[in-house]
């Protein structure tokens, strides 16, 4: 069974920094998509960055320049990297890992969450 377990989450100043971790286990997690989602209060639940099998990321705009996702195959891991935190970054960040199916889509697995809050 398919399981994420999410850390690193907590309370920092504006202008630090955390890094997310996102151990995954269950399956080959090889040939997965890996990323990171974040909902604010009152807010839909957003793409922040993911990452591809072979390396490829994709960010969103608010994440480019302060954010890096990175993976470790051997560990079946996904790390986010934020640098200078904004208030606006607080939000609850989901773990996600995804593969493509024979019938063209995708099946999809969630973590729970870890909060970040970001203020003085």
């Known amino acids: 069974q398919v399981q994420l377990v999410e850390s690193g989450g907590g309370l920092v100043q504006p202008g630090g920094s955390l890094r997310l971790s996102c151990a995954a286990s269950g399956s080959d997690f090889s040939s997965f998509v890996m990323g990171w989602y974040r909902q604010g209060p009152g807010k839909q639940r957003d793409l922040v960055a993911d990452?591809?099998?072979?390396?490829?990321?994709n960010y969103a705009d608010s994440a480019k320049g302060r954010f890096t996702i990175s993976r470790d195959n051997a560990k079946n891991t996904v790390y986010l990297q934020m640098n200078s935190l904004k208030p606006e970054d607080t939000a609850v960040y989901y773990c996600?890992?995804?593969?493509?199916?024979?019938?063209?889509?995708?099946?999809?697995?969630w973590g729970q969450g870890t909060q970040v809050t970001v203020s003085s």
């Open positions: 996600r890992v995804r593969r493509s199916v024979v019938d063209g889509g995708w099946r999809g697995y």
């Open positions: 990452i591809t099998s072979g390396g490829d990321t």
